[in-house]
């Protein structure tokens, strides 16, 4: 037994579980937006223990590195982060940490500079560190920076699809065709699910996404779907002040029942989609793509 061989199985008895199976193969989805403050973050926090509940064995990648949002969102303390697994002085096994419903989170560690831009190195040490436990989870939602940067091409490039947070705001929805055309033509993103957070009710959401597909469908080559929306509602404010899911602070709530009704569509949704490989080979894919030539 090698020695990543012989790592998979210890994580699989820390956690009791089994290797994913062959016929369910992992899916990865970015949660990402053109701009700040549009509750990206609580989406990803709230769509992953809504999966959970739905049996589903997932993992919280916080992409938004040196800026660790999604452990306040669910009120834990993680010891370490991934600044630890690029120093390779801790495994990914030490340093994930279980939020609500069993979620796994590796944290992006806060107020740590050096994390806001991995270098090439850094970004095949994450390869690497990632291979044990890619087939112990179902569901990888990555919960990335706003914008462009190097960082999010990365992370969302190892997606198969992205959920793109959008506000009523015009800058939201400039931005968010920004993003939909850097991650479509330089890191090979084809699947957009977008969600528009938050609006006053459907008939708005719907008046918003026009506005978006009226210039991606005419300069890109990228599927833009509408997922949903996500109501104004106090509870939201209440969650995130309490530091818990507002799905399950306030389970019968508009914004819970609008998030229940996303993460049913993208559970649904599994079977239709077709990974184009491994969280790991993904990743491979972007740094040999990214590499200089010798």
């Known amino acids: 037994m090698d020695q990543a061989e012989s790592l998979r199985q210890r994580v699989a008895d820390r956690w009791g579980e089994r290797d994913r199976r062959a016929d369910a193969p992992l899916r990865v989805l970015a949660v990402t937006s053109g701009k700040g403050g549009v509750g990206k973050t609580n989406m990803t926090a709230n769509l992953a223990v809504l999966a959970a509940k739905a049996g589903k064995r997932v993992l919280i990648i916080d992409a938004d590195l040196g800026l660790a949002n ?20 801790l495994s990914i096994r030490e340093i994930l940490v279980e939020g609500p419903s069993g979620v796994q989170v590796l944290s992006a560690g806060s107020g740590i500079q050096e994390l806001t831009r991995l270098d090439e190195a850094q970004k095949l040490r994450l390869v690497t560190a990632m291979d044990p436990v890619e087939d112990l989870f179902d569901l990888v939602l990555v919960d990335s920076g706003a914008g ?19 506000s009523p705001e015009p800058t939201s929805l400039v931005d968010a065709y920004a993003v939909v055309k850097v991650l479509s033509q330089q890191a090979g993103v084809r699947h957009f699910n977008v969600i528009v957070n938050p ?27 509408h997922l949903g929306y996500v109501p104004r509602d106090e509870n939201l404010h209440r969650a995130i002040m309490a530091q818990r899911p507002v799905v399950d602070m306030f389970p019968h709530s508009p914004a819970s029942r609008a998030m229940a009704d996303i993460a049913d569509r993208l559970l649904r949704d599994v079977a239709a989609r077709a990974p184009e490989g491994g969280l790991k080979l993904m990743w491979q894919r972007l740094f040999r793509e990214a590499s200089p030539a010798p």
């Open 70 to 89: 999604v452990e306040i969102v669910f009120g834990i303390k993680p010891r370490y982060h991934i600044g630890d697994l690029l120093d390779a002085t």
């Open 148 to 166: 462009i940067g190097d960082n999010v091409l990365f992370f969302v490039g190892a997606a198969q699809e992205a959920l793109l947070v959008v």
């Open 199 to 225: 609006v006053v009710d459907e008939l708005a959401a719907r008046d918003i996404f026009p506005k978006l597909t009226a210039v991606t469908s005419r300069f890109l080559h990228a599927r833009v779907r």
